[in-house]
């Protein structure tokens, strides 16, 4: 079986960023559960490329790979800071730049975080619609994180990292089911909670 491709989106565009460390954490556990390598994309230093396009026809080949690695990618962790409420103007427009046929089915992990428990929504009323829209598979546990769930950037909260590591059960489950949908044999995962 092919290794399957796992990719990261943080929409934070400071550094350092908890959104990022909390992507990292999720891609982390999913590497530990399942051995493949995740990539992260860091919208801080991707942001200006896909900038320099409005559309995609427009998108210099940098920028090109980019969303190319995202359409492609078999399992998404999108994390965002929660700013005026919403996802971040940078993530969005990474996902006006993709052809919205390659995220059919596609299980996506929503996570974000936020100055305080007021935006703890923001996955369900911001994020899952946008995947909505693409008809990607979004996952029922959602993982949302405020500033006491990190120590220097790292998460240090457990009930943030067990609510993490029940969305990556949920993504890794959906993962081998679409293998197996596709006629290949689903990856040795040790998904057990």
Known sequence: MT???IVGVSGSLTRPSRTTA???AILDCIQARSGVAPKLIELVDSA????TALTPD?????AKRLVETVEQADLLVIGTPVYRASYTGALKHLFDLVHHEAFVGKPVILTATGGSHLHGLVTEHQLRPLFGFLNALTLPTTVYA????FLDYRVSSQKILDRA???VVEALTQLDRRHIDSGERPGRRAVSA
């Open 165 to 167: 590591n029940r969305s």
């Open 3 to 5: 290794k399957p491709s």
């Open 22 to 24: 909390l992507v990292q």
């Open 58 to 62: 427009r998108l210099a080949a940098e």
């Open 146 to 149: 405020v500033e006491t769930d």
């Open 48 to 51: 200006p490329h896909l900038f």
